[in-house]
Every structure is written in C-alpha cells, then in structure tokens.
C-alpha cells in the first residue's frame, strides 16, 4: 500500500472546521509543480494535488541534503513532499509545508508544454492530455463532476428513476439523419452485426418514454452522438444529455421541472465550487456570478414562439439588423433571433414554447390549433438554446400519420404502440449537459468543456 498522506483539500477543510491542522503533522502531501523559485540558500514550490483548485506552497533549504537537484526540479514534476505544516495567518495563503524531505516521483523534462505563463486556449487544446493540470480546466472539469452530481440529485431528490438507455440504437430519435452509422467491418460495412442498419443514439428520449410510462418519473443522463457538421463553438458530434420524461405532466409542468432543474444546479455549483466560480468570474468570463445569481433570483419568462415572431418583426421596423431579417410566422429561428429575444428583449433565459409543427420533430403533441406543436426551447442569453423539450403526442391516429411521414416508421413500431397500451399525456426535454457547463462557467466554446471533444473535423486523442 502506497502512503497517500493528506489532501490539500482536507487541509482546507478542516482549516473551515477550525481544526488544529498542526496535529497532523509532520505532513506528506504529494503533487505536481506549478512553480520552482529559489536563491541559493532557500526555495518555494507551488505544489498542486488536484484535490482541490487551490495549491500549496512548500518551502524548502539548504539543509535538504537534495537541495541542489530540488532547484532544478522543473514545472510539471510530480514530488512527495514531506515537512511540517505551518500556519501563515494574515498570509495570500493560509498555510504553508517546511520540508523536511522532497522526493521527485515521476520528472518533467524542459520541454514539458505547459509552462507558467498564460497560454491560449486555442494552444491548450492541442494537449487535451495535459490540460487538466491548469487552473483554467482544473475549474472546468471539477465543476463538471460537481454539475454531474447535481442532476443526479436533483432528480433523485424528486422521485425521478435513472435509465441507462443504449447508445446503439436501430431508429434515429429526432427523425433529423444526423446519425453515425455503426459497422463492424470498415472493409465490408454492409456486413452486418445485427442484420439491420445500427447507428450511435441522436436521443434517449424514445427508449425512455417507455419507461415513463411504467415508473411515472424518469431520466436518462448519458453520451449523445450527432453527425452535425456545424463547425460552431456550440456543436459537438459526441456530447451528454440529460433526458427526463414524466408520465401526466403537460407543457407547463415539463417548463417548471426545467426551471428547477436549472435553479438547482446553478446554486449547487454556486455554493459547492466557490473558487472555481470566483476563478471563472475574475478570468474567463467576468458577470458570470452576477448572472447566475439574477437567473435564481426570477422567474423565466415563457413566451409564445407567435409572440417572439412579433418581437422580431418590430426589431426589424426599428432598423435593427440581422443576417436573415425576412422574418415570418413558420420559419427556423438563427442564432441571431434567439439572441435577440434573450439578451434584448428579455435579457435572461427565456421558456420559447408552442413552435410552428413543420419545424419541430415528428413526436411533438399537436395543440388545439392544428399548426403549432407543444414544444418548448430554453434559450440562454450569450449561448442560445440550452434544453429543448415537449409535451409527447399521445393521440395513436396523429402520432401515426406523423410517423408514416418518417424514413423507416416500421422501426417504430413499438414506441407507437406505447399509445395503445395505457398511454397518458406525458413530456419531457434534453438539457445539453456541455451547454448547461458553458453557460454556468463562461466558457465560450464546448470544445473548453468536454475532455476530450469530438468536433467536426477533430478527433484528436
Ligand atoms: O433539442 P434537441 O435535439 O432535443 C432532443 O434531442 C430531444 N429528444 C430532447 C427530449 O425532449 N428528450 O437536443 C436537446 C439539447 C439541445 O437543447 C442542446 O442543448 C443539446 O441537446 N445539443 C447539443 N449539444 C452539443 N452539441 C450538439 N451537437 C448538440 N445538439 C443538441
Ligand atoms: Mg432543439
């Protein structure tokens, strides 16, 4: 067995318990180098373990009989650092390691690729292996575990049941052919391994309708695969979706679990990563604290998609300009619209509901009014569409008429059934998981939030 010694984390925890952390000494607190400085008789490192965003810093002299090769020991190095921890109050940090003994585990060569000034985000993309170690990406990926559990618990706190559904699938969910074909043989593709065509899941959101409608409350929360050759800061072709679907609950109930689920995870993070949030507030994105708190403080506006028609075409009369500003009733909203409607005319997130049927997936429930179907966007100012959801056509006869206008409805077949078989008014959405991280970080590009993306173009890693 390996002696892990303590966690910086652990040290600052008990720190806020208002421990006496002089009792652990002496410490082994084992890491990698952020910095090396030192003069001849004395040196700092800067060591961070990652259990935490902060380091620590350790202090070393003359008296280590290793002390000249600890002077060389460069960023990037890991080392086990034994000493004793010493309290610095008053101090930029509230503690600090007198070592007693430094041994260097695994060593980093001058050519280590990251060094201690700034580097571009562009760059760092290009070491997908090592970025981790920067204060940037160890603050994304640590609040995107922590997002992670968040939804888990929120939807485990409100009695929703998790579904693992399959990321092979035979249909295509959104009806959109945005999907990746799965073969065994790149040689003879049509060699096949189930004996039909098999793709990579667009969607969960099918498979776990069926499960709605046997648990009442479900989610599926799991990687999602869009062959979309959007070569954007928003698209990834492989990202994680959660899709929650709820047996008797229509558009307005589907509208309220999203705002929940939203509020919830932002003062999850807000209150479980105040350094991270503070670090993405000074350096990335400066409001982001403001505009989360403002988010929690309101209600979203819900607003029909006619009526955003009408903000628009007012925008227009007023001599604002967009790329496409021939706007009418039916059409697909840009980006642009979007970002119009939340950061102009709402400035804050916005419940986009009741679309034109022609523009919305084949699954959606037909209003009253024969033309729109009962779907729902959550649009976000900076970013656009973050959720999408719907209430469910639960009426056999309309849902088959849509579905024959399908490739392959016979593939179908059993989600149509659903509605023959004790069906019931029933909705549900997806909340793009890298999204919701890009809107509750700053970050502007999904690429800066997924470990390893998968973009057009790109399959690095
Ligand atoms: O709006 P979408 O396509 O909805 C569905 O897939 C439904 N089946 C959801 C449901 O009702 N159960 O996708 C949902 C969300 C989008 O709002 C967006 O945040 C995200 O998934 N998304 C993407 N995120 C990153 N890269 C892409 N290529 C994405 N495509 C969609
Ligand atoms: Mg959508």
Redesign the pocket.
């Known amino acids: 067995m390996q002696d892990k010694g303590i966690s910086i984390s652990a040290l600052y925890q008990g720190l806020s318990k208002g421990e006496d952390l002089t009792l652990n000494n002496p410490v082994l607190i084992q890491g990698w180098v952020r910095t090396n400085r030192n003069s001849k008789a004395i040196g700092f490192l800067e060591i961070n373990d990652g259990s935490c965003f902060k380091g620590i810093q350790v202090v070393y002299d003359d008296k280590l009989e290793n002390f000249d090769a600890v002077t060389h020991y460069l960023t990037g190095a890991c080392l086990s650092v034994r000493g004793e921890l010493v309290l610095t109050p008053g101090m930029k940090q509230p503690f600090e390691v007198h070592a007693s003994s430094v041994t260097l585990l695994g060593d980093a060569s001058e050519d280590y690729p990251l060094q201690k000034k700034r580097h571009s985000l562009e760059y760092l993309r290009e070491i997908a292996h090592l970025r981790p170690r920067t204060n940037t990406f160890s603050a994304v990926f640590r609040v995107r575990s922590v997002l992670a559990r968040a939804i888990h618990e929120y939807f485990m706190d409100n009695g929703f049941v998790y579904v693992h559904t399959p990321c092979i699938t035979g249909n295509d ?2 009806g ?1 052919g ?1 999907v990746f074909t799965v073969v065994t043989d790149a040689e003879d593709p049509y060699k096949d391994f189930y004996g039909k065509k098999a793709s990579l899941t ?5 498979h ?2 069926s499960f709605a409608l046997a648990f009442g409350k479900v989610y ?1 929360f799991g990687p ?1 695969f ?1 062959a ?1 050759k ?1 070569n954007t800061t ?8 959660i ?3 709820m047996a008797f609950a229509d558009l307005d109930d589907d509208m309220d679990v999203m705002e929940g689920c939203l509020k919830y995870c932002i003062s999850y993070v807000l209150d479980k990563c105040p350094d991270e949030m503070e670090f993405f507030d000074k350096f990335v994105a400066p409001g982001t604290i403001e505009k989360l708190k403002n988010v929690l403080a309101k209600d979203f506006v819900r607003l029909d998609y006619t009526d955003g028609i009408k903000y628009l075409e007012e925008a227009v009369k007023n001599g604002h300009k967009f790329d496409n500003s021939k706007i009418e009733w039916g059409m697909d909203l840009q980006s642009e619209h979007e970002k119009y409607l939340t950061e102009e005319v709402v400035k804050g997130p916005l419940f986009l509901k009741n679309y034109p049927a022609a523009i919305k ?1 084949f ?1 959606m429930k037909l209003n009253p009014d024969g033309k729109t179907v009962a779907a729902v ?2 649009l976000v100012p900076g970013e656009g ?6 209430q ?1 056509e639960d009426d056999y006869e309309k849902l088959k008429a849509k579905m024959a206008t399908q490739e392959n409805p016979e593939s179908l077949e059993w989600y149509l059934n659903l509605r023959k078989w004790g069906g019931c008014v029933h ?10 991280l890009m809107y509750i970080t700053g970050m502007a590009n ?1 690429r800066d939030t997924e470990p390893y993306p998968r973009t057009f173009g790109n399959l690095k890693y």
Do not use: N
Request: include cysteine.
């Open positions: 969910a959104e959109a945005q667009v969607s969960g959101q099918l776990v309708e599926t999602t869009r979309e959007s928003r698209h990834a072709s492989e990202f994680w979706m899709e929650p679907e997936a699954y966007d959550c569409e973050i959720i999408g959801g719907s469910r909705s549900g959405f997806g909340i793009g998981f890298d999204r919701l999904i």
